[in-house]
Nanobody, 115 residues
């Protein structure tokens, strides 16, 4: 069974930085896309950033130039978040979508940015 464990969330002042990590355990197809999504209270879940196995990233317009997604193998992904804004406050979810098989979600890690 595949599990995703996120870490690195917390409370930070506007302009600060946080680094999120997500590690997948279990058997999963090595060619995959890992990514981060977020959901603020009263809003739908939205894409933040994804990165394919070949390292090619994709970002939401709202985070371009501030967030950087990276991965060091087929099962671990990071999100470096700089110049954080209060509107970045949300529950951040890790996702892994293999080329074959279903995708999986983590439990979420809270990011709160105070003004």
């Amino acid at each position: 069974q595949v599990q995703l464990v996120e870490s690195g969330g917390g409370l930070v002042q506007a302009g600060g930085s946080l680094r999120l990590s997500c590690a997948a355990s279990g058997s999963i197809f090595s060619i995959n896309v890992m990514g981060w999504y977020r959901q603020a209270p009263g809003k739908t879940r939205e894409l933040v950033a994804t990165i394919a196995t070949d390292g090619s990233p994709n970002y939401a317009d709202s985070v371009k130039g501030r967030f950087t997604i990276s991965r060091d193998n087929a099962k671990t992904v990071y999100l470096q978040m700089n110049s954080l804004k209060p509107e970045d406050t949300a529950l951040y979810y890790c996702n892994i979508r293999p080329l074959l098989g279903r995708d999986y979600w983590g439990q979420g890690t809270q990011v709160t940015v105070s003004s």
